[in-house]
Structures are given as C-alpha cells and as structure tokens.
C-alpha cells in the first residue's frame, strides 16, 4: 500500500492568515496516463469529507480560489491563501493512483 | 445534481450481518465504479473496497481489512450498490460512505455499530 504522510497535524491559524498543508507518499503518483492522482478533502465537524482539489492542482467546482494545490511525483501541497472561518475542520489528502489510502488528517482550526 | 444517499446502517451484535446501501441520481450510475471508504469514531478515512461498472466486468475489489468478509453488488436497474458485511466484528464500527468513480460526491454516510 502506498503510505500517505501529511504535516502538520493540526494547525492553529488567524483569520484572514495563510496555511499551509504538506503530504508526502511513499511511491509516486504520476500514471502512465500524465495524470498525478492526488486530492485533497475537507471535513467539516459532523460532515462527509468535501472534495478540493484534484490530480493535484485542479479545484473541484464551487471551490473557492483561495483554495490551491501543488507538487508533483510524491511530494505535495495545499495552500489556503486566507483563512475564512468556515476552512475550519480536517484536511485529508488521498492518493489514487492504486487502492485508495489517505494521509492521517491535518486538523485547522482558527485561532 | 449528483447525489449518493447510504442506509442500512444500525447496532448489530458481533459475528452478525449487514447490508448497507449506496442509492445515486443525478449522473449514469451503469457508467460508474462505485467505492466505498469508512470512518471509525474519531479516526481517519479508510476504503474498504469498489466495483466496478460492467462495462470493465462488474468485479468488486477490496482492503484486505474486510477481504472474505464484505461483498459488494450493484443494482444498474435501481442504480444502487450494496455492500454486504458479515462476520461483523467491533473494529467495523464506523460511518460507512459511498461515493462515485471520480471520488468527487460522497454521500452524508450511515453509521455501522458492532456491540454486544
């Protein structure tokens, strides 16, 4: 199984204050197909988790453009360009390339 | 509008059976893979297998956490998926949640309690 790492755990940040979300996989992500099957969710407390981004860099529909990912291969991130009070909750990233596993959850919370 | 709705959940003694269900609308559930991810109480996520669409042969796949234990089917005709749990064990407490090919719409879960 492919292991996804993400840091920080948890994440304490400001209103209107950037954050940041990195994760790491054991193997790379990139397919034969070109594409690099990496996403990242949100979950609110008492939700499903949200789709944000996916193949790494692509926002879901809805999603706000403060919301961004990056990286390529086994390295990864997400960037909340200005924290709102509703990007409060867990952040999971995910990979796809094989049987899905997740990263173990960065939990924000506004300070 | 895409939306994936599971049931079926409930207490249920150990060794005992469920089976849950994924009902979808909103996009050609025949086209699409079907997988299914859990939650146990205050932990991560994690999936617990798929199936695939018949036009790839309709097989199911699954964690090796559940493999002999769970079975997933599908109903094109009602555009349902259903995941059969038996042998139930504590550690498959969990929010159970389905979601469609791409992992983009999940539905709000059912929550699968194993107690004596």
């Known amino acids: 199984d492919i292991v996804m790492t993400q840091t920080p755990l948890s994440l304490s940040v400001s209103p209107g204050q950037p954050a940041s979300i990195s994760c790491k996989s054991s193997q790379s992500l990139l397919h034969s197909d070109g594409k690099t099957y990496l996403y990242w969710y949100l979950q609110r407390p008492g939700q499903s988790p949200h789709l944000l981004v996916y193949d790494v860099s692509s926002r879901f529909s809805g999603v706000p453009d403060r919301f961004s990912g990056s990286g390529s291969g086994t390295d990864f991130t997400l960037k909340i360009s200005r924290l709102e009070a509703e990007d409060v909750g867990v952040y999971y990233c995910?990979?796809?390339?094989?049987?899905?596993?997740f990263g173990q959850g960065t939990n924000v919370e506004v300070k | 509008e895409v939306r994936l709705v599971e049931s079926g959940g409930g207490l249920v003694k150990p060794g005992r059976s469920l089976r849950l269900s994924c009902t979808a609308s909103g996009f050609t559930f025949g086209d699409s893979a079907v997988s299914w991810f859990r939650q146990a109480p205050g932990k991560g996520l994690e999936w617990v297998g798929f199936i695939r669409s018949a036009t790839y042969g309709g097989t199911a796949e699954y964690a090796a956490s559940v493999k002999g234990r769970v079975t997933i089917s599908r109903d094109d005709s009602k555009s349902i998926s259903y995941m059969q749990m038996d042998s139930l064990k504590s550690e498959d407490t969990a929010v159970y949640y389905c979601t469609d090919y791409s992992y983009a719409y999940w539905g709000p879960g059912t929550l699968v309690t194993v107690s004596s």
């Open positions: 995910m990979q796809g390339i094989q049987f899905p596993t």
